[in-house]
């Protein structure tokens, strides 16, 4: 690449160096330059004799310098410490360098940064090495690296994979040498540079070498890139990232020999010698970014340049210093926006290590350039830069035309591929393909991105939408959103069987709360499936079967631990997929002695404790959804009592052992707390259990009752011979079926009232009543049974003059329920047709009465006179037994009466007596001891006699009559305090059969005489 073609920009400014005591002048030091000495303070000379090159350490304050003396002279100087007496800095070093032969200047010298290595070049073509730790070491190794008739022009280092190789550059080769091992020479080009022409490159290393035809690039390999640049050069040096080239006037001899060089100084005297050089050019390149940076001219010539202090120092040859100094980089950019260099403007930021904003706001301006150009292509290429710095709506709003959509499209999708688009990006995106109607980008954004780099909710809702619900679909489907996948399956494409096969495979949990939202949609269309997705949701089949399809097959065991064989773990692994008992490589994984099987441990676990935690659904959440399907409801009811409960009409005892065992496995609880309390309950129903079955069994019973719910009649098919109806309609084609259906249902009903297991849990009173409704006499009669309500049994077959089962009825529950026969006394003697049928039985049911005195004869005769319907010869034979059975009752009673009267006349005299009539004791044996009284001796007015020391001596009663005193104190006492006790008195009132004898005994007590009143 030509230079020619590079742009040209002015980014140095040049300044004249003056002397800070004249501003008119030079500094001193570069007024006057001894031939003899070369300067570093005008006070003292610290170097003596001619100094043809120094060299300044760049990571130490370590300078290196070379006198022309004979052997050549290497001085080492520490600038940083001071000789004290001299004033002067020390010398760490001082090298000759001896090549053996007749001594020749140094041309050119190379120094490693860790001062391991020098390189010195001759003019006579030899290049002398010299190795070692050259400011501590004392001694060092010299090595002749090199010889040949070309004189040395230049040489660098560079460190390369751990080697160090040395560029030598002659006026006709440029050669490689490997300093850290045998010093090969290895020539990689044939055409050298003048002296002065060669430099490394602060930046990539290389050695940069300007000939009179351009300038080259040498690494390890060989020459590299290189930039045509025509014209004679007399010196290059590096800066920073800059190549400083100095040109001579054409008119001037390009090439400097040795002594030419060294030759030139500026002296005091009159024998100064007049500089040929006049208008030398001075250019600098920036060949990182490819642009020529300043270009200036020098009248008389330039002496030497040097980089130092951050600028470029040019000591001309009339001794004036110029300096160089570069613009800061914000101000090189704005030269380069006025002109539109906005990409040259890019990489010299890039080169400047400027951070992402910076650069992002290069890129917006060049953007705002190409857009204000109408060039949108162009411009939008440079705003996708500027993605995650510049805020997208700026760019959004400029392309928002609908001419420029294509463009937005471009930005919208690289922003959605760095993640960095919102809700809003993926709508207006989603909205563009719509619009343009490419289906094919819409595809390649939606269906290829497999991280789903945007925002998934909104883009399923733009694709709905505008009608693509395939794409909405899909994207439901990918990122898990089942709620928008059925809604558009079921909503917007009407595709029900899809969506019912994706709820079944989602798991019991999502099916649970999906089919609560579109169940009822799905069995308007799709009846049967869905009824048997809810049997299984309900009874624990569907998550068995999602966790069957999802468990892999066992595979051959990884690792095998070690156990004592007397461990049985048969009981352990028997839920496990190979811990079956009837598996034959169970049975002898098993009964090895040491082994068990540790495949895929975490999983199994996992699967295992969600399996077991996992609760069924409440069946009545669902009841609901088959609104306008009762038939399926029917069959869901009883499908799902069957598997969870053993249903109805069968041995009850049995399955509900079968389901206890595999409620234990879907049903059971991680909590031991509960297992606990379950083990302690020994199997009692949760009450929430209790309820589901209750509602359960109550909606079912309603169903078999209820005429409405019956499959209707349909007659009328198509011309293919389908039936009309709804899809899945349960119907029947005539009225016979449709009755036979009518007696299955109540059959059912009546199964279900009469089943010992489920009759505890539907509600007695609820089914009574549906009963009622549908006129369903064999349910009601079975509840009144059950409930004990037998009046009630005997009233509805009065009600129904049905005197067969009203005879039948009495017979069953009369042994039960006294009460019975007033009221079919009652009922016989209501018509003439009852009685007449049944005159026997109201003979016998008198009869009955009569034995067991059920009701007094005067009730007999009112109850059988409220009609005119019955004889007196028909209870004449009764009246007859009862007045004589009450004659002889009254005349026991007066018996009774007469002796009590006596005994209590009796009673009476003998209190008077003891008041009034002194008493004469003539026992003459003592009561207790039953030998012959004498005194001292103790009489009792009951004429019971003892002696004294019989007797104890605080007991002042009779202890013969002692007991019996005692026993009729107590119950006077008794009497007493039931006297308060109210409540006792009524409980016994109300649990006797004949509440006149309780009342009668507590006034034969005399217990009321206690009573207080109370107002």
Not at 406 to 414: A, D, I, M, R, S
Not at 433 to 447: E, G, N, P, S
Not at 947 to 973: N, T
Request: aromatic share 8%.
């Amino acid at each position: 690449m030509s230079v020619k073609q590079w742009r040209q920009f002015n980014f140095f400014d040049v300044q004249q160096v003056k002397d800070a005591n004249d501003s008119t002048k030079s500094p001193e030091v570069f007024q006057v330059i001894n031939s003899t000495t070369s300067a570093i303070s005008t006070d003292r000379e610290i170097i003596r004799g001619r100094v043809t090159h120094m060299k300044q350490m760049k990571q130490k304050n370590i300078l290196l310098t070379v006198g022309e003396v004979d052997p050549p002279l290497i001085k080492i100087w520490d600038l940083d410490k001071h000789d004290k007496s001299k004033g002067t800095p020390i010398c760490l070093r001082t090298i000759k360098v001896s090549h053996g032969g007749k001594p020749f200047p140094v041309s050119t010298i190379a120094v490693l940064e860790n001062l391991g290595q020098i390189a010195v070049g001759l003019d006579n073509g030899v290049v002398v090495l010299i190795k070692g730790d050259l400011s501590r070491d004392r001694y060092t190794k010299q090595k002749v690296i090199h010889e040949s008739d070309e004189p040395v022009t230049g040489l660098g280092f560079k460190e390369h994979n751990k080697t160090i190789i040395l560029f030598i550059i002659t006026t006709n080769n440029v050669l490689t040498c490997i300093t850290t091992s045998r010093n090969s020479l290895n020539v990689i080009d044939d055409q050298g540079c003048a002296l002065g022409c060669a430099v490394i490159s602060d930046t990539t290393h290389e050695m940069v070498v300007a000939k009179d035809e351009a300038i080259y690039f040498y690494g390890p390999d060989g020459r590299g890139a290189c930039f045509a640049y025509e014209g004679t050069k007399s010196a290059v040096t590096w800066f920073k990232s800059n190549l400083i080239i100095v040109s001579p006037p054409a008119s001037q001899p390009t090439r400097l020999t040795t002594t030419t060089r060294t030759g030139i100084s500026l002296q005091n005297n009159s024998s100064q010698i007049s500089v040929p050089f006049e208008l030398t050019k001075v250019t600098i390149f920036d060949t990182a970014n490819k642009f020529i940076a300043y270009v200036g001219t020098f009248s008389h010539g330039v002496r030497t340049i040097c980089c130092e202090w951050g600028g470029i120092y040019i000591l001309g040859m009339d001794g004036k210093l110029y300096r160089l100094e570069e613009k800061d980089t914000p101000t090189k950019l704005e030269i380069l926006f006025k002109k539109n260099l906005y990409l040259l403007a890019i990489n010299l930021a890039h080169s400047q290590k400027y951070d992402d904003a910076s650069i992002s706001e290069i890129f917006k301006k060049y953007g705002d350039h190409l857009y204000s150009k109408v060039d949108y292509d162009s411009a939008m290429a440079q705003y996708i830069r500027t993605i995650g710095q510049l805020e997208p709506s700026y760019i959004i709003r400029k392309f928002l035309d609908a001419q420029r959509i294509h463009n937005l499209v471009n930005y919208l999708q690289e922003l959605h591929s760095h993640g960095l688009a919102n809700s809003d990006h993926t709508t207006l995106l989603l909205n563009c393909y719509t619009k343009l109607k490419d289906v094919a980008r819409l595809d390649q954004f939606i269906k290829t991105d497999n991280e789903l780099k945007f925002d998934l909710e909104t883009a399923i809702k733009v694709c709905r939408q505008a009608g693509y619900y395939e794409h909405a679909v899909y994207l439901a489907k990918k990122g898990d959103e089942h709620d928008l996948y059925l809604k558009i399956q079921i909503e917007d494409v009407k595709d029900y069987e899809n969506a019912l096969d994706y709820i079944r495979n989602l798991g019991a949990f999502e099916a649970d709360r999906n089919l609560q939202k579109y169940g009822k949609i799905l069995l308007n269309h799709l009846p049967e499936p869905t009824t048997k997705l809810l049997i299984d949701l309900c009874t624990g089949e569907l998550l068995a079967a999602v966790q069957r399809a999802r468990t892999p097959e066992p595979t051959v065991p990884t690792v095998v631990q070690q156990y004592p064989s007397s461990m049985n773990y048969s009981p352990g692994l028997s839920f496990l997929p190979f811990g079956s008992s009837s598996s034959p490589n169970a049975a002898e994984m098993l009964s090895a002695p040491i082994s068990i099987v540790q495949t895929n441990a975490t999983a199994v676990t996992t699967r295992l404790k969600k399996s077991l935690a996992y609760r069924p659904p409440q069946v009545r959440v669902f009841m609901s959804l088959f609104v306008d399907q009762p038939n399926y409801l029917i069959q869901f009811l009883e499908e799902v009592s069957q598997k969870r409960w053993g249903g109805f009409g069968f041995d009850h005892k049995s399955a509900q052992h079968n389901h206890s065992s595999a409620k234990e496995h879907v049903l059971a609880d991680n909590d031991a707390d509960e297992r606990a309390e379950s083990v302690k309950s020994s199997g009692d129903e949760l009450d929430p259990e209790i309820e589901e079955k209750k509602a359960v069994w109550n909606t079912l019973l309603e169903l078999y009752l209820s005429e409405a719910y019956l499959p209707p009649v349909i007659s009328t098919k198509d011309a293919k011979g389908r039936k009309f109806g709804a899809p899945g309609t349960f119907a029947v084609s005539t009225e016979t079926e449709r009755v036979k259906e009518k007696l299955i249902r109540k059959d059912k009903a009546l199964q279900l009232l009469k089943n010992e297991y489920v009759c505890i849990s539907y509600d007695t009173n609820q089914a009574l009543v549906l009963c009622y409704l549908a006129q369903f006499d064999e349910g009601i009669i079975y509840l009144y049974e059950k409930m004990k309500m037998y009046e009630d049994i005997l009233r509805l077959y009065m009600a129904k003059n049905n005197t067969e089962k009203v005879i039948q009825a009495l017979k069953k529950y009369g042994s039960q329920d006294q009460s019975l026969y007033p009221l079919t006394l009652t009922y016989f003697s209501s018509s003439p047709t009852n009685l007449e049928t049944s005159t026997p039985e109201l003979l016998k049911i008198l009869d009955h009465i009569d034995s067991y005195n059920l009701m007094p004869p005067l009730q007999v005769i009112q109850a059988l006179s409220r009609n005119s319907v019955a004889t007196l010869g028909m209870v004449k034979g009764y009246m007859g037994k009862r007045v004589e059975l009450e004659k002889k009752e009254a005349q026991a009673d007066r018996k009774l009466i007469q002796s009590y009267r006596e005994e209590t006349d009796k009673k009476r005299k003998e209190i008077d007596e003891l008041k009034t009539v002194a008493r004469i004791f003539q026992v003459t044996k003592c009561t207790g001891c039953r030998g012959t009284l004498d005194l001292p001796a103790v009489h009792f007015l009951c004429r019971h006699s003892y002696h004294q020391r019989c007797l104890p001596d605080s007991d002042r009663e009779c202890p013969q009559c002692i007991i019996q005193h005692r026993m009729i104190s107590d119950i006077r006492i008794s009497q007493e305090e039931n006297a308060d006790k109210h409540d006792l008195f009524y409980d016994q009132l109300k649990e006797a059969d004949d509440g006149f004898s309780v009342i009668a005994d507590y006034f034969s007590k005399n217990t009321m005489a206690f009573a207080k009143l109370i107002d």
